[in-house]
């Protein structure tokens, strides 16, 4: 089956800088992540969104701070739209997801949003778009 | 959420006169969902500011960047690195933000670049009303939901004074119309009128100092040593 390669963007500086100084701290919270779901119950997104597994915050954390650190930043426009989703849309960063092991989920989340910033991806406020 | 409005560019430009290095820092909570201070308002203040300097024969450099929320300083260190390569900062988020950010880095100079208005309501997009005075004594249980401290001309509590007009505006005129004839007409539709037939003691507005709040639950976190009494 022939695939399409998606062309990832040119690194950004800032996000390589993010990278560098975040990535033992990232990695070692995402490593003890023990993938037991926990934190799912601590978030009213994925509560109310009919227990959609993408909601997890566990799950945002690793498909977006972690796909960053794990590619070096190294990701296409549209992987960086899939992470804007995750960390943008389908989290509000409350900061009250609860990890039993004691990952920092919401600063975890917050390290991706940066990362979105530094490439001109932010949450839209104008009539409900990605502006 | 709390409504915001930038200030004239003449009173930014005029505040951060004289520095060489102006990092423009947003804020990605309240200020930016009113538009008034995100990622993209303040890349655009960074760029007004450029236009100002360089028509005035500045060499001044203007940089930007946006934290998630200025009012928690877990989102402030990220941005540590960039605070220190800069000799001011010039802040789009609320009068919160703004002195969290201060507190922060008391060494570095901050300032406003916004102007915080209110606690409010999204009408539409860029369009927001007030809807709450954070008064610490909310009345909404008595008054259909309809807040007589912030709607009304007056912040009347028992009914409404001789201004209510014939077609149900208020005497200020502006387009606004009368909150208690709302609340009236509310309650009366609820059948409740009878919630506002006692009267309401005044309010209490004597000036309590900063609060602090240590919600219900979380009082044996915190000790008397930590957090002072409001």
Avoid at chain 1, 52 to 78: E, F, Q
Avoid at chain 2, 195 to 219: K, N
Wanted: with cysteine.
């Amino acid at each position: 089956m022939k695939t399409t390669a998606t062309k990832a963007a040119p690194v950004n500086a800032e996000v390589l800088d993010l990278v560098r100084r975040r990535r033992k701290l990232v990695k070692l919270s995402l490593g003890a992540c023990a993938h037991c779901a926990l934190c799912a119950e601590s978030c009213f997104k994925y509560r109310n969104s009919g227990q959609d597994p993408t909601y997890t915050p566990s799950y945002k954390a690793i498909n977006t701070i972690g796909k960053i650190v794990k590619r070096r930043g190294r990701l296409s426009p549209g992987e960086y739209e899939k992470v804007r989703e995750l960390a943008f849309d389908k989290c509000v960063l409350c900061m009250r997801c609860r990890c039993p092991v004691g990952v920092d989920l919401p600063y975890l989340i917050s390290l991706a949003r940066s990362a979105c910033r530094e490439v001109g991806i932010e949450r839209g406020y104008l009539e409900g778009k990605n502006a | 959420m709390i409504k915001a409005t930038r200030k004239p560019l003449e009173e930014i430009s005029s505040s951060v006169k004289g520095y060489g290095r102006i990092l423009v820092l947003g804020c990605g909570g309240c200020t930016s969902v009113c538009l008034a201070g995100g990622q993209r308002e303040s890349l655009e203040l960074a760029d007004d500011l450029a236009q100002v300097a360089r028509a005035g024969g500045s060499t001044q450099h203007q940089s930007s960047a946006t934290v998630e929320r200025q009012c928690n300083p877990v989102f402030l260190a990220e941005i540590s690195g960039r605070i220190a390569d800069c000799d001011c900062v010039l802040s789009t988020a609320c009068g919160a933000g703004v002195q969290n950010l201060s507190d922060a880095f008391p060494a570095l100079p901050v300032f406003p670049a916004l102007d915080t208005l209110f606690i409010g309501v999204d009408i539409d997009v860029g369009l927001y009303e007030e809807r709450c005075r954070h008064c610490a004594s909310c009345m909404l249980a008595y008054t259909g939901g309809i807040c007589p401290v912030t709607r009304c001309a007056k912040s009347l509590f028992n009914g409404p004074c001789g201004g209510t007009r014939v077609d149900g505006g208020c005497e200020v005129g502006e387009g606004k119309s009368c909150a208690w004839l709302e609340i009236h007409d509310r309650l009366k539709a609820q059948g409740r009128l009878d919630s506002i037939l006692s009267l309401r003691p005044p309010m209490d507005w004597v000036d309590r100092g900063p609060a602090t709040l240590v919600q219900v639950g979380y009082e044996g976190r915190y000790t008397a040593a930590k957090v002072a009494a409001p």
